[in-house]
């Protein structure tokens, strides 16, 4: 989330602070003690409008003043922000479970979103249902074998899409240049539909498909851009930008389409028409509980809940690793060989690339932690939110808490790494660090029990879609733009992408 509020109206803000200062004077002081070390803010909004349109980069730099465990002020919500492998261990193994919840933005409580969410659900007892759910009964390995033809055949549609977007590029009088990250969105949109509902979303015959497509880039949108209610509680109650009736209005729309997805599926198993293969609608329809109301209950709007969840992480988060991995190796073209040199070894230029190929693969594969070192999709994570006043390294950390993890200065983090800027995947090639939770270096899907549960899936189309596209095409960059050229600028809002998207022209090299 953007916490600068950069783009906010500054009449807005004026307006705003004053109903503040009016409503301040009614609140309770906040509990003194002993409190990690950062910088003062200014009364009021705190740090609010010093962490800039990057705060994660603010925050980094702030480490170097203040320590790796910092505190900051942001309107009235407290937060402390962990900044290197230590404070990232001593949390996820010491407080795991007194940091378990969630701070949830005002926007994700339209719809009630966040009540029926695993990833901003609180926690307990549907929390438990959602992820046993998710990690038995789908995201497993048999369940992920079971679907490789699935991701093969994306994989191809992938590589058609392009060609044709080139295509018609040069027929317009263009240089053939493609924005690579649209395609790369499609295709892991059109992956977690097959996944979710055993259909492809992005068809020119499905126009609800299209509209289910819209609405969700709207609500990405709309959960990414600053929200004054986030650092004033008491604003919530009138929605000051309106941030939490335009999310309703969006989430209404993809409620109603995927109502129909859901309906329809009733109405075919009803009728004894069974899918081949149990998708995890499937999975969610069959779930019972202990078939009594309850906090573990899977009801229709949860049902359609989680669908849009899964949307969300599975499309954005995956999309965007790959297109910076694929960037980095376009600015560093000996590791770009290396790669291309691996895959002839192993595959050769007479058929495309496979998943049973990557394990054979280490270059491939170190290239892929490094890209997640550097570029996590979510670099401050998912926000927490403290139960009960915490103990925490010497320091007093009271309830409600907002508790961030900057994975994206962990893994910029001298103590750590060498040569911590550079792009370099070669110092994964003798090592045992992983990105499964258990590395504290290195945790772009987080720790603990709340480790975003999708990084098996993640993990997959990440290797096999980066290979594919350093397989299939030659790249040229355009008429006298350098390797160097390509710039690494971000931009925040839900995850971090590029500012400037990726644009390449292509050359088919495998004919497949």
Not at 445 to 474: E, K, M, N, Y
Request: aromatic share 8%; with cysteine.
């Amino acid at each position: 989330m953007e916490w600068a509020l950069s783009s906010v109206n500054p009449l807005t803000i004026a307006l705003t602070a004053g109903f503040v200062l009016l409503i301040l004077s009614f609140l309770k002081g906040k509990k003194s003690g002993n409190k990690p070390p950062g910088p003062k803010g200014i009364p009021i909004f705190g740090s609010m409008f010093q962490l800039g349109d990057l705060p994660h980069q603010t925050m980094y730099h702030w480490s170097k003043t203040y320590g790796p465990l910092l505190w900051l002020n942001l309107g009235q919500v407290n937060t402390m922000i962990v900044q290197n492998a230590s404070t990232a261990a001593e949390l996820f193994k010491k407080h795991d479970v007194p940091f378990a919840d969630r701070k949830v933005p005002d926007a994700l409580t339209a719809y009630n979103f966040n009540a029926g969410s695993l990833g901003m659900n609180t926690f307990g007892g549907h929390w438990r249902v959602l992820r046993r759910l998710c990690s038995m009964e789908f995201l497993v390995n048999k369940r992920m074998n079971e679907t490789t033809e699935l991701r093969m055949r994306l994989m191809h549609d992938m590589i058609r899409w392009i060609e044709e977007d080139s295509r018609t590029s040069l027929a317009q009088g263009g240089t053939g240049a493609v924005q690579l990250s649209r395609f790369l969105f499609l295709m892991a949109f059109n992956l977690v539909g097959n996944l979710m509902l055993s259909r492809d979303l992005l068809d020119a015959k499905d126009p609800e498909g299209k509209e289910f497509f819209d609405c969700m880039n709207v609500i990405l949108e709309l959960a990414g851009t600053p929200n004054i209610a986030d650092f004033f509680p008491a604003l919530k109650l009138i929605d000051p930008l309106g941030m939490k009736r335009n999310m309703t209005r969006n989430m209404t729309r993809t409620m109603k389409i995927s109502s129909k997805f859901v309906q329809e599926r009733l109405d075919n198993r009803k009728a004894g028409k069974f899918q081949e293969k149990k998708d995890f609608l499937d999975v969610l329809l069959e779930y019972e509980g202990d078939g009594k109301d309850g906090p573990d209950r899977m009801t229709e709007h949860n049902v359609n809940i989680v669908i849009m969840e899964m949307f969300f992480a599975g499309s954005e988060t995956t999309s965007i690793s790959i297109e910076w991995g694929f960037t980095e190796l376009l600015r560093n073209p000996h590791a770009f060989k290396k790669v291309r040199e691996e895959l002839d070894r192993v595959v050769g230029v007479n058929r495309l690339v496979e998943e049973k190929d990557v394990e054979n693969m280490p270059y491939l594969q170190a290239v892929v932690k490094e890209t997640l070192r550097l570029h996590p999709a979510l670099p401050l994570l998912l926000p927490r939110n403290t139960m009960e006043d915490t103990k925490y390294m010497g320091y007093l950390i009271p309830k409600g808490t907002q508790v961030l993890v900057n994975a994206w200065a962990i893994g910029r983090d001298p103590d750590s790494w060498e040569d911590p800027l550079s792009f370099k995947p070669e110092r994964f090639l003798k090592s045992s660090i992983e990105y499964k939770g258990q590395h504290f270096e290195l945790i772009p899907f987080g720790s603990g029990r709340r480790i975003c549960v999708g990084f098996p899936l993640a993990h997959r189309v990440v290797h096999l879609t980066i290979a594919t596209l350093v397989q299939a095409f030659d790249w040229d960059l355009g008429t006298g733009v350098k390797p160097e050229h390509i710039d690494l600028q971000e931009r925040l809002g839900l995850t971090l992408r590029k500012k400037n998207p990726l644009k390449v022209i292509p050359k088919k090299r495998v004919q497949v």
